[in-house]
Every structure is written in structure tokens, then in C-alpha cells.
């Protein structure tokens, strides 16, 4: 082949290339809307197919959709939390001239038209609050819409008007308005159900809440609702709830996450990993070679629109190996002192611990991260825990006070309820160690009192010192209680000292008669 056919190949080439249009598709897209920012910009940069997703707030604008296949949603799904005012009383909120629209969840207020469908076609009003407004929904030259589940009030001139529009579906709403409706030409008015209507008068004698009788529209263009609601129930649309896990959220690199979704009511998913790529699996595993903070976002969508929701995975730089990583022992418990057989709960708090070893001070030992031991025997335990790693070792300990037994059943050791123990450390909360217990320097009055009668004495001495003694431990269990001894113990200490001195008493004078003889 010559020079000149190869360059004559090649401009043939080149004029086709030029004449056959390349075709450009893309995945339709999510655009957010934030307060404070315009949503008719949003539209203006949308390509066919996208969902504009308005968050909650309150936005002042008049929007032109020209764009067909365009979904305008409200993020939360609820039109009360995401209104959109009329720019003045002339505008209207929402004009379409396009096809294949959608609008829902919104409250539309303050302008000429909420809703204004002009030669539009197979578009899907649902889900809106339209109110107060000169007209609510008005159709020019429109047909196939469907208009559903939206609540119409309160609008001065008419709750939905349909000039020269005919095929439209308008069935679940709720109509209460100056004049609720008026139609020149044969729409249909009811579907599954009919529409809730203000003004209507008929009966329900059967109770299935659709009337006996159909709601008149417009008699001559025989535009009639023939299944009139008595009440209107909102029917809200089934969405998606995008909803995952993350086995780790935060890890060294090369850090492998698995991602699981148990999202609901969800057709197709489409997983964004920041600028690593897509998925579309439900579970899949990931690798993020490099440290940095990425966000993973989860969409979900149905037929009914779409949501969202995202986690940001921390991947730290890999330590160098050259730099030994140590442990670091730290554990808690729920008491560190109380009564015989003392029970208590331990928590292991340890940090790049390979192994644990608990030594609890009476010969017993446990591996168990968090052990729970019984102390049999009163005494002070040293509770000790080392943790080890191929590094070095570290270890916390702790004392444990183990009182004596007593008869007070009812009164119990106050305690704090946990004792964090780090390592090098050793130490507890003091300031409850004696609140509610019996000072042992307080009682030698009364063991005074009581040992203060075994002796022999003559009569005398035993009745002059009697009511003295007496008078003693009253006093001395009055400065028990100012000092917050227990009811129980002061009743059972003071019992056991009378009886105690009565008994002294009866031996005095059972030596006293028996010097007399």
C-alpha cells in the first residue's frame, strides 16, 4: 500500500469519527443540597437520571425544571422539617416543563403556584405539603401525571386546578381549601383509593371508610372521585435505609477491612471507597495499602428514592519494626476491701499484652483476662498482674483488705465500685475505708464497763458505781452514734455490754454474801 492510500484511509477515518457520535453514558448520581445553598443550581448541573437529596431546612427560592429524569427529594423524607417558600407572591415554587419528574417531601408555601406542571408528562407528585399558597397544583396541557398522598390546604383560590389536561391520576390526597378542585377535561380521580375531600357530604353506612355516594368535579366533563376517602390515612413510601459494619474502624496499614450491609428496603447498593474505587457487592473485603483517613460511603436505593451513610477509616502508619513496642499492665476491680469470703470481680485494662498472669496473693493464680476470685481467710492480699509481650513484661498490683467475719448480716462494707490499678501503681479510695463501722477505740468504755463488775466488791462499792456505769454507756453510746455507727450495731454492742455488767453485778454480790457469812 502506497503513501498515499494509507493517507487517504486515514482521512476517511477521520470524517467518520467526526460524523458518528460517541456515546457518553454515566452512573446516575446523588447531588446534596445543604441550607444555605440554591437547589435550582443543582438542578442546572444535574444530567438525566441524577436525585437531588435536600437537606432539612428552609430555603426561599422559585425552581424551573427543564431537565428530564430528575428526582427532587427531601433528605429526611419529611415535608415538614424542609420547606420551600416562594421567592415572592407572584412566583410559583416548583415549575416543570419537563418529563419523568419527581417531587417529594416537601412543604411548598407562600408563592402563586406551589406546583406547576406545564406540558409535562409522566411525572410523580407524592408526599408534599402544599399550602397557602393562590393555587396548590396547577395542570396547563399536561397528561399521565400522578398525584398522590399529598395534603392540599388552606390555598386561596384552589386546592389543584387542571386546564386543558387530561389522562392524570390524583388519588390519596387530602383536599381542604376554598375550592378544592377544578377540572376541565376527564382526569381520574380515584385509583386505588379515592380522596379525602372537605366539603364532601356523603355517608359511610357500610364503615369501610370510602363514601356511599361519588364527590362531583366537574359533572359535564364527568371528572368524578367515585371513591371518596372519609379520612385520609398518608400512605409514606417505603425507603431505603442504608445501614453497614466494619470489623475494624482504625489499624496499621496495610489494614484489610470487611464490610457487611444489612441495609433495608434497598434494591441495588453502591459502595464509594473515597478515591480507591466502587463496589456494588453487599460484603466484600478491602485493603488500604496507605495510611490516611478514608471515607466509605454506603447508598442505597429503591424505587421510592434513596439514602445514605458512611464511616471514615483511620490507617496508621505501620510501626518500625526497629522500635520495640512494650506492654503495659492495668486492670480494675469492682471492691478492694469487704468481708469473709470476700468475692471480687477483676477487669484486665492492659495494653500489647500477648499473655496475662494474675497472682492474687494466696497462692492461686489465673490467665483469664478477667478473673473473678474468692478470698476464703482474712488479711491483707497482694493482687499482682503482669503482662508480657515478646518485647518485656509489666506489672500492677493492688492490695486487698479482707475483714474478719461478724454478726451484723444486715450491714454491709461501703466501697467504691471500681478501682482502676495501672501499672507501677498501687493504691484505692481511703475516704470510705471506715465510714459506717464501729471505731474499736470508742468501745473500750464499754468492755471497761462490763469488766469493771467481775471483780469482788463490798455492796457498797457495787451500788454506788452502778448508776455511774450506767450513765457512762448511755454516753458512750450516744458518741457511737454522732460517729455514724449502724442501728444493729449499736442495739447488739449495747446488749452485749449490759448483760455483760448485770452478770458482773451478780457475781459481786454473790461474793459479798458469802464474805458476810
Same mark, same amino acid.
Given at each position: 500500500m502506497t503513501k498515499i492510500q494509507i493517507f487517504r484511509w486515514v482521512c476517511l477515518f477521520a470524517i467518520f469519527l467526526a460524523l458518528v457520535p460517541i456515546s457518553e453514558t454515566g452512573a446516575a448520581e446523588n447531588i446534596y443540597v445543604p441550607p444555605g445553598e440554591s437547589i435550582q443550581e443543582a438542578i442546572d448541573n444535574a444530567l438525566p437520571g441524577d436525585t437531588i437529596l435536600v437537606?432539612?431546612?428552609?430555603?426561599?427560592?422559585?425552581?424551573?425544571?427543564?431537565?428530564?429524569?430528575?428526582?427532587?427529594i427531601s433528605y429526611s423524607k419529611n415535608p415538614y422539617n424542609t420547606v420551600i417558600t416562594g421567592v415572592n407572591k407572584e412566583s410559583n415554587v416548583f415549575k416543570v416543563v419537563s418529563s419523568n419528574v419527581t417531587i417529594n417531601g416537601f412543604s411548598i408555601?407562600?408563592?402563586?403556584?406551589?406546583?406547576?406542571l406545564s406540558g409535562a408528562q409522566n411525572c410523580i407528585i407524592n408526599n408534599n405539603n402544599i399550602s397557602g399558597n393562590y393555587i396548590g397544583?396547577?395542570?396547563?396541557?399536561?397528561?399521565?401525571?400522578?398525584?398522590?398522598?399529598?395534603?392540599v390546604s388552606s390555598n386561596a383560590d384552589c386546592g389543584i386546578k387542571s386546564l386543558t389536561s387530561s389522562g392524570n391520576?390524583?388519588?390519596?390526597?387530602?383536599?381542604?381549601?376554598?375550592?378544592?378542585?377544578?377540572?376541565?377535561?376527564?382526569?381520574?380521580?380515584?385509583?386505588?383509593?379515592?380522596?379525602?375531600?372537605?366539603?364532601?357530604?356523603?355517608q359511610d353506612d357500610n364503615g369501610d371508610n370510602i363514601g356511599d355516594t361519588a364527590y362531583v368535579i366537574n359533572r359535564r366533563t364527568k371528572s368524578m372521585d367515585y371513591m371518596p376517602l372519609m379520612n385520609f390515612v398518608p400512605e409514606f413510601p417505603v425507603m431505603p435505609k442504608a445501614v453497614f459494619t466494619s470489623n475494624v474502624?482504625?489499624?496499621?496499614?496495610?489494614?484489610?477491612?470487611?464490610?457487611?450491609?444489612? %441495609?433495608?428496603?434497598?434494591?441495588?447498593?453502591?459502595?464509594?471507597?473515597?478515591?480507591?474505587?466502587?463496589?456494588? %457487592?453487599?460484603?466484600?473485603l478491602h485493603t488500604f495499602a496507605n495510611e490516611g483517613n478514608y471515607t466509605v460511603t454506603l447508598n442505597a436505593t429503591n424505587e421510592n428514592g434513596s439514602d445514605?451513610?458512611?464511616?471514615?477509616?483511620?490507617?496508621?502508619?505501620?510501626?518500625?519494626?526497629?522500635?520495640?513496642?512494650?506492654?503495659?499492665?492495668?486492670?480494675?476491680?469492682?471492691?478492694?476491701?469487704?468481708y469473709v469470703p470476700l468475692t471480687i470481680q477483676f477487669f484486665d485494662f492492659s495494653k500489647n499484652a500477648a499473655s496475662l498472669s494474675w497472682s492474687f496473693g494466696d497462692k492461686k493464680k489465673s490467665c483469664c483476662p478477667d478473673p473473678k476470685h474468692t478470698f476464703c481467710c482474712p488479711g491483707n492480699y497482694t493482687v499482682s498482674l503482669t503482662a508480657k509481650n515478646d518485647n518485656g513484661s509489666s506489672s500492677a498490683c493492688v492490695v486487698i483488705q479482707v475483714l474478719k467475719p461478724t454478726n451484723q448480716s444486715s450491714t454491709e462494707y461501703i466501697v467504691n465500685p471500681r478501682y482502676i490499678v495501672n501499672s507501677g501503681s498501687s493504691h484505692r479510695n481511703e475516704s470510705n475505708?471506715?465510714?459506717?463501722?464501729?471505731?474499736?477505740? %470508742?468501745?473500750?468504755?464499754?468492755?471497761?464497763?462490763?469488766?469493771?463488775?467481775?471483780?469482788?466488791r463490798l455492796l457498797a462499792e457495787v451500788g454506788s458505781s452502778v448508776g455511774h456505769e450506767i450513765l457512762r454507756l448511755a454516753d458512750t453510746v450516744e458518741n457511737i452514734t454522732e460517729n455514724s455507727v449502724y442501728r444493729n450495731e449499736i442495739r447488739n454492742i449495747s446488749m452485749r455490754a449490759m448483760f455483760l455488767g448485770f452478770l458482773g453485778i451478780s457475781l459481786g454480790l454473790s461474793a459479798f454474801r458469802r464474805g458476810r457469812k
Open positions: 437537606k432539612p431546612g428552609e430555603y426561599n427560592e422559585s425552581i424551573q425544571i427543564n431537565q428530564d429524569n430528575l428526582t427532587i408555601t407562600d408563592s402563586k403556584c406551589g406546583i406547576y397544583i396547577c395542570l396547563s396541557k399536561s397528561k399521565n401525571n400522578t398525584l398522590s398522598n399529598n395534603l391520576t390524583i388519588y390519596n390526597n387530602y383536599f381542604n381549601n376554598t375550592n378544592n378542585a377544578r377540572d376541565d377535561k376527564l382526569n381520574t380521580w380515584n385509583w386505588t383509593s379515592g380522596n379525602c375531600w372537605s366539603d364532601y357530604i356523603g474502624t482504625v489499624g496499621y496499614a496495610p489494614l484489610t477491612v470487611e464490610f457487611t450491609d444489612i %441495609s433495608e428496603n434497598a434494591s441495588s447498593l453502591l459502595w464509594s471507597l473515597g478515591n480507591l474505587g466502587t463496589s456494588n %457487592s453487599s460484603d466484600f445514605s451513610t458512611d464511616v471514615i477509616i483511620n490507617v496508621l502508619k505501620a510501626p518500625d519494626p526497629s522500635v520495640p513496642i512494650f506492654p503495659e499492665a492495668k486492670f480494675g476491680a469492682n471492691v478492694t476491701v469487704g475505708d471506715t465510714k459506717g463501722f464501729l471505731n474499736r477505740k %470508742s468501745l473500750e468504755s464499754v468492755e471497761n464497763f462490763a469488766l469493771s463488775f467481775t471483780e469482788t
